[in-house]
């Protein structure tokens, strides 16, 4: 499974108000801080990338369940145990500490005992030594679980201890990719690893059987058998692709699919997993927030996205409606806009085959590396149109810039002072280097320090931006000469 090449799945169950969302950011705290200044990133989010001692993870908290009376509680709870044994490697219960276990509680661990994944059982609300001393603990080992934690959540009590035990559960971390682009050899003739996502009933799996031109999956509403191959293989124009985690598109009928921390966890593991994700929205259907919660993925994992604007068969045809279609998409999810869109139709296999070759192209262009000559030059370009602002009484030198990195290309830029360079300025040297270079996937850019400054001659702190820039130059010749 695919499962295996992106990180392992911590999920957080339990009743309701037992403190599984405060557990939850306790642990990913910093990392939620982080996303949030993505901006067109939805901020509600029930899982995310955790780490722990060196060790990363996906935690994911299956609450969000609101129960309206007992019995749906029950069924509620009971899918949501489901769903944490088949998606997660190890499952977290969350009790309530002071209520003591309920028959609700019992329920969970009961069905948990019987799927044989590392359970931790962390008995939450235990905010002081005292409480754990009323011996509040004992019994919770009714519940039959061995690994007991007295945690809290709010306070961060025995959270650590406890992580330290769940990434001793996890399975063995993959060795990491090998570096590339030391040594020259860049793995430009492998596969493309494509995952394609999308909100349950958008072609998915229509999609999927006409690349690879063959009934492989079942799209009827009724569920096949589980034969098929995980990953399948195919060639277009003399490039090879594998579509990645075939299993998750067809598992779309599973309980798993019916809940959106779900099929959002899936597309993220789906997308860890590839090099350019392949996004389906359904032309007939908007679903803004499910799809910019999935594609703000793709952007935050700093993979390329392909838009798939697919079921376009049923649209009437135009190529203003393509237009308008676009500037909706972008409107809505302004993030997009540096994507490519395209229009097909799965059912019919129309513009089928353009989503490998856009895919194809998108994946040169996160592949590609950009001399550092043409970047200084752009650089130089825009220092002498767009001067950066005096901010605080101060102004920026910005002196040099190199692509440090590719998929996602990362543009390191060499300043006296990062903490002057505005927002906007970055953002207007980052869509510049887009339209110069024509790079339609996500890239970093990174404002610097120049470390040497101090130390450095006066001539060589001069170079400015104010208009034509001869300094620069001189500016840009120093770290080359260190090479
Ligand atoms: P969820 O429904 O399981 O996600 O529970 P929440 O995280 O929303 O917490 C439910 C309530 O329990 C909130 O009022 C929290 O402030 C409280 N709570 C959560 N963790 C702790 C804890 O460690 N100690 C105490 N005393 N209260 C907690
Ligand atoms: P998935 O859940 O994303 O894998 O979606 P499916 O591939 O199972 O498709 C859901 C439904 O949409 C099925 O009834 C398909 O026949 C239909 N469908 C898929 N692609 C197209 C398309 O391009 N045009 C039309 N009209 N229907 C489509």
Request: charged share 30%.
């Amino acid at each position: 499974m695919n499962v295996e090449k992106s990180k392992p799945v911590v999920a957080i169950v339990g009743r309701p108000n037992v403190g599984k969302s405060t557990l939850f950011n306790r642990i990913v705290g910093r990392r939620i801080a982080i996303v949030e200044d993505l901006p067109g990133v939805t901020r509600d989010r029930n899982y995310f990338d955790a780490e722990h001692d060196g060790r990363e993870f996906i935690l994911v908290d299956t609450g969000g369940f609101e129960p309206d009376a007992e019995d749906r509680l029950i069924q509620q709870v009971r899918d949501q145990a489901r769903l944490a044994v088949d998606e997660a490697q190890v499952v977290v219960l969350v009790v309530d500490g002071v209520a003591g276990p309920t028959g609700v509680d019992e329920e969970i661990a009961a069905m948990l005992r019987k799927s044989g994944k590392p359970l931790f059982l962390a008995v939450n609300k235990i905010d002081s030594w005292k409480r754990e001393e009323e011996g509040f603990l004992a019994e919770f080992y009714s519940l039959g679980l061995e690994r007991v934690y007295p945690v809290s959540g709010e306070h961060g009590r025995g959270v650590s201890d406890m992580l330290d035990a769940v990434i001793g559960a996890l399975p063995e971390p993959l060795p990491p990719e090998p570096e590339e682009g030391e040594e020259g050899e860049e793995p430009e003739n492998r596969p493309i690893r494509l995952a394609i996502i999308g909100r349950p009933n958008v072609g998915k799996s229509t999609l999927v059987n006409s690349l690879i031109g063959e009934e492989r999956f079942v799209t009827s509403p009724v569920a096949g058998t589980t034969r098929d191959p995980v990953d399948a293989t195919l060639s277009h124009k003399g490039r090879d692709f594998v579509i990645t985690d075939t299993a998750g598109i067809r598992r779309k009928r599973s309980i798993a699919a019916k809940v959106e921390a779900y099929s959002v966890l899936r597309s993220l593991k789906a997308a860890e997993a590839s090099d350019v994700v392949v996004m389906l929205l359904d032309a007939t259907e908007f679903a803004v927030e499910q799809d910019a919660k999935i594609a703000g993925l793709a952007e935050e994992q700093g993979k390329p996205l392909l838009v798939v604007v697919n079921k376009w068969d049923q649209i009437e045809q135009s190529p203003q409606k393509l237009e308008e279609f676009k500037e909706n998409l972008v409107w809505r999810m302004p993030f997009l806009a540096y994507c490519p869109v395209i229009f097909t139709s799965a059912l019919t296999g129309e513009r089928v085959k353009a989503v490998l070759t856009e895919a194809g192209k998108l994946f040169e262009q996160a592949s590609s590396r950009v001399p550092t000559p043409m970047l200084n030059k752009l650089l130089e370009e825009i220092s002498n149109h767009h001067g950066l602002p005096v901010v605080r009484g101060a102004r920026a030198r910005v002196y040099y810039i190199t692509q440090v990195g590719i998929r996602p290309p990362t543009f390191v830029i060499q300043t006296n002072r990062p903490d002057l360079i505005p927002p906007e300025y970055k953002r207007y040297v980052s869509n510049r280097l887009r339209s110069v270079f024509g790079l339609q996937v996500p890239m970093r850019l990174v404002f610097k320090k120049k470390a040497s400054l101090r130390a450095a001659p006066k001539k060589q702190i001069r170079p400015s931006l104010a208009k034509s820039s001869p300094r620069l130059k001189s500016a840009r010749r120093k770290p080359q000469r260190r090479r």
